[in-house]
C-alpha cells in the first residue's frame, strides 16, 4: 500500500507561483515509481498535468509546458510540481499518483486546492 500526501496549494493571483510537494509512504522501491501530477476542475475530467519516471525523464500537458515543472526528491520520498504564471485556468484539485513499477498498480492523494485569481 501506498500514501500520498500533497501540499502547498493555495490562493495564488494570475502570474503568481506555488509549489506543490507530494509525499509518499508505504513504498520502499519510491525511486522506481513514475510518479505523476493530475488536475481536476470542477464540472470537468480529471486530466493529466506531469509525469517523471525513474530516469528522471519528464512529460508535460501542452497547456503546462514551459510554465511547471515537475521534480523527484528519492531521499525524501517527495514529488514536486513547481507552477509559474499561473492563470486562471490552472484553478483546479491537484492531485498527486504514483504508477508502481513491480506491480502497475496506481495511487492518488487526496488532492491539494490550486486557485488563482484574475
Known amino acids: 500500500q501506498v500514501q500520498l500526501v500533497e501540499s502547498g496549494g493555495g490562493l495564488v493571483q494570475a502570474g503568481g507561483s506555488l509549489r506543490l510537494s507530494c509525499a509518499a509512504s508505504?513504498?520502499?522501491?519510491?525511486?522506481?515509481?513514475?510518479m505523476g501530477w493530475y488536475r481536476q476542475a470542477p464540472g470537468k475530467q480529471r486530466e493529466f498535468v506531469a509525469t517523471i519516471t525513474q530516469g528522471d525523464s519528464t512529460n508535460y500537458a501542452d497547456s503546462v509546458k514551459g510554465r511547471f515543472t515537475i521534480s523527484r526528491d528519492n531521499a525524501k520520498n517527495t514529488v514536486y510540481l513547481q507552477m509559474n504564471s499561473l492563470k486562471p485556468e490552472d484553478a483546479a484539485v491537484y492531485y498527486c499518483?504514483?504508477?508502481?513499477?513491480?506491480?502497475?498498480?496506481?495511487?492518488w492523494g487526496q488532492g491539494t486546492q490550486v486557485t488563482v485569481s484574475s
Open positions: 499518483n504514483a504508477n508502481l513499477y513491480y506491480t502497475g498498480r496506481n495511487f
Open positions: 508505504g513504498s520502499i522501491f519510491f525511486s522506481k515509481n513514475t
